[in-house]
């Protein structure tokens, strides 16, 4: 008994020593914040950098663009790369030999197999072939035995009749002379029926005349068919190119419509709203905390410079504290760089959409939606 609550024991620790390393990981996975960093810069060529790491670096993933060839994006854990997409081809390339090396490898195999099986059954086939020979040797004498022996009968059978009695040799001459009565009275008797078929031969003639009229009929009536087939065809088309703009212009008022009443809705206004309080939310929530950079471009006219300086001054003043900008009016230039850090965690990211999903007011909008996709697909009547 002592062994067995031991036993139980040992497993009810194992098994709540990987529960509690799942639930660790999934509150590492939730509540220990990603970390990321992009940077540009763009002087003489181009450079472009973004990075995400989690959990003191143990994971991390780089995204790399120089300007030249493709971009070279890496994954790594613990500080092992895991992921790197210009080995990836190799790999490919090597599997693929090692693939081609087996397939070779087994025909070479089953050519062998092949060519066993086919000395094996030419063997076998010889040695029956031989066989049959000896066979056909023995039955051929057998057959030439059987012949001469069948000879002999004959002779004995045709030397028989010359002993004969003569009596025998009348009555086979009256019974060819009955014969020969019967066969002439069956003659006369199929004479009327011939003479019946020659009286029919006329009818066959009408009977010939009426199927050519049939068939000229039956010609003219499938040709009329097809030219009428055509006509409506093209009266068809003619109708539907003249419909076809009017069923468009139907179809757009109806969608119209149909989109006025989805939007003026109270319902799909409150699903809406919720919709991009989240979408809000989350911006702000994945928005970076730091951003420093330094941008100086000139266009080459001074108007279209200035217009471009007003339009990034509508955002200066939030990014204007590590951010510097410095137009040209002269040059037509372009150069700088940027750098920008942030974080997220999951727990937020899901908090927001499990809200999101289970809010009354979208759970109705997106009822609605559906509805809505369905009456848009509606066919226009004219």
Same mark, same amino acid.
């Given at each position: 008994?002592?062994?067995?609550?031991?036993?139980? /024991?040992?497993? @009810?620790?194992?098994?709540?020593?990987?529960?509690?390393?799942?639930?660790?990981?999934?509150? *590492?996975? $939730?509540?220990?914040?990603?970390?990321?960093?992009?940077?540009?810069? %763009?002087?003489?060529?181009?450079?472009?950098?973004?990075?995400? #790491?989690?959990?003191?670096?143990?994971?991390?993933? %780089?995204?790399?663009? #120089?300007?030249?060839? %493709?971009?070279?994006?890496?994954?790594?854990?613990?500080?092992?790369?895991?992921?790197?997409?210009?080995?990836?081809?190799?790999?490919? !390339?090597?599997?693929?030999?090692?693939?081609? +090396?087996?397939?070779?490898?087994?025909?070479?195999?089953?050519?062998?197999?092949?060519?066993?099986?086919?000395?094996?059954?030419?063997?076998?086939?010889?040695?029956?072939?031989?066989?049959?020979?000896? +066979?056909?040797?023995?039955?051929?004498?057998?057959?030439?035995?059987?012949?001469?022996?069948?000879?002999?009968?004959?002779?004995?059978?045709?030397?028989?009749?010359?002993?004969?009695?003569?009596?025998?040799?009348?009555?086979?001459?009256?019974?060819?002379?009955?014969?020969? !009565?019967?066969?002439?009275?069956?003659?006369?008797?199929?004479?009327?029926?011939?003479?019946?078929?020659?009286?029919?031969?006329?009818?066959?003639?009408?009977?010939?005349? !009426?199927?050519?009229?049939?068939?000229?009929?039956? =010609?003219?009536?499938?040709?009329?068919?097809?030219?009428?087939? /055509?006509?409506?065809?093209?009266?068809?088309?003619?109708?539907?190119?003249? $419909?076809?703009?009017?069923?468009?212009?139907?179809?757009?008022?109806?969608?119209?419509?149909?989109?006025?009443?989805?939007?003026?809705?109270?319902?799909?206004?409150?699903?809406?709203?919720?919709?991009?309080?989240?979408?809000?939310?989350?911006? &702000?929530?994945? =928005?970076?905390?730091?951003?420093?950079?330094?941008?100086?471009?000139?266009? @080459?006219?001074?108007?279209?410079?200035?217009?471009? *300086?007003?339009?990034?001054?509508?955002?200066?003043?939030?990014?204007?504290?590590?951010?510097?900008?410095?137009?040209?009016?002269?040059?037509?230039?372009?150069?700088?760089?940027?750098?920008?850090?942030?974080?997220?965690?999951?727990?937020?990211?899901?908090?927001?959409?499990?809200?999101?999903?289970?809010?009354?007011?979208?759970?109705?909008?997106?009822?609605?939606?559906? &509805?809505? /996709?369905?009456?848009?697909?509606?066919?226009?009547?004219?």
């Amino acid at each position: 008994m002592a062994v067995f609550l031991l036993i139980v /024991k040992i497993i @009810g620790i194992l098994l709540a020593s990987i529960v509690g390393l799942v639930l660790l990981l999934l509150a *590492l996975i $939730l509540f220990v914040p990603f970390r990321y960093k992009l940077y540009g810069q %763009k002087h003489d060529d181009l450079y472009l950098m973004a990075k995400v #790491t989690w959990l003191l670096h143990i994971v991390s993933f %780089k995204f790399e663009y #120089t300007g030249e060839g %493709k971009p070279v994006s890496k994954a790594r854990v613990f500080g092992i790369p895991v992921y790197n997409s210009t080995k990836p081809k190799k790999d490919q !390339d090597s599997e693929k030999e090692q693939k081609a +090396e087996n397939h070779q490898e087994d025909k070479k195999d089953t050519e062998e197999g092949k060519r066993e099986l086919t000395e094996y059954r030419e063997g076998i086939s010889k040695e029956t072939a031989v066989e049959l020979e000896h +066979e056909t040797d023995i039955r051929f004498d057998s057959d030439e035995e059987t012949e001469e022996d069948t000879e002999k009968g004959s002779d004995q059978y045709h030397d028989e009749p010359e002993h004969l009695p003569e009596v025998n040799r009348t009555n086979s001459y009256e019974h060819q002379e009955q014969e020969t !009565d019967t066969d002439a009275v069956k003659k006369a008797e199929k004479a009327p029926e011939i003479k019946k078929l020659d009286m029919r031969l006329p009818v066959s003639d009408t009977s010939t005349y !009426d199927s050519e009229k049939d068939a000229d009929t039956s =010609g003219f009536t499938k040709r009329y068919e097809k030219v009428k087939r /055509k006509i409506i065809q093209i009266a068809e088309k003619i109708k539907n190119s003249i $419909l076809a703009p009017i069923r468009f212009i139907k179809k757009t008022i109806l969608q119209i419509q149909i989109l006025k009443e989805f939007l003026e809705n109270e319902v799909n206004q409150e699903g809406i709203k919720v919709a991009l309080r989240s979408i809000g939310k989350l911006l &702000k929530h994945l =928005g970076p905390r730091k951003a420093s950079g330094l941008l100086a471009f000139g266009t @080459g006219d001074p108007a279209t410079t200035g217009y471009v *300086l007003a339009a990034l001054g509508m955002f200066y003043g939030k990014i204007g504290k590590n951010f510097s900008i410095q137009p040209n009016f002269e040059e037509s230039m372009l150069y700088g760089n940027i750098k920008i850090t942030g974080r997220f965690y999951i727990i937020t990211i899901t908090v927001i959409a499990l809200r999101l999903w289970f809010n009354k007011n979208f759970k109705k909008l997106r009822e609605n939606f559906d &509805k809505f /996709k369905k009456d848009m697909k509606q066919p226009v009547s004219v």
